[in-house]
């Protein structure tokens, strides 16, 4: 049993790729074959044509920050010595938005429009999570 004191995604059939993705260190998405069209949150339909005949297509891990907050209250205990930390919503190449955290900016400015790429942070055997950090132009 992990002691991993922060909360941890629920993962269920429809996201259940997109973690084993992350613990591959791979971001994947689910992709409609019927339209070809990636999205995101994973469901069991794509939301676009609804045709329930999806893949998971490996992403590029890049993208674009689209928005920001940088959060200064531990609204969990386990987030106490991270404050303030950054949260974004990243725009992938492919199109899909993925809401994560960004890592190893300290108290640097953040912009709309910075381009991010993925890295993945193992916090057990069973769970990895992904983040982005900002590209080397």
């Known amino acids: 049993m992990s002691t991993y004191p922060k909360p941890r995604p629920r993962i269920g059939p429809d996201n259940a790729p997109f973690w084993q993705g ?25 939301p676009f044509c609804f045709a329930d005949d999806l893949a998971w297509q490996p ?14 209250k531990a609204w969990f205990p386990a987030f106490k010595d991270e404050t ?3 949260v974004v919503q990243i725009e992938l190449d492919e199109g899909p938005r993925l809401t994560s955290r ?24 069973e769970l990895t999570l992904h983040g982005f950090r900002i590209a080397e132009v």
Do not use: M, N
Not at 59 to 72: E, F, L, M, Q
Not at 102 to 125: C, H, N, S
């Open 22 to 46: 992350c613990r591959e260190r791979r971001l994947l998405l689910p992709t409609c074959r019927a339209c070809g069209k990636p999205h995101l949150p994973p469901g069991p339909v794509c």
């Open 59 to 72: 992403a590029s891990g890049r993208g674009r920050i689209s928005t920001w907050t940088r959060v200064h």
């Open 102 to 125: 960004l890592v190893g900016i300290g108290d640097a400015p953040i912009a709309i429009g910075q381009r991010v790429e993925v890295v993945f942070t193992d916090v057990d055997d």
């Open 84 to 86: 303030p930390y950054g």
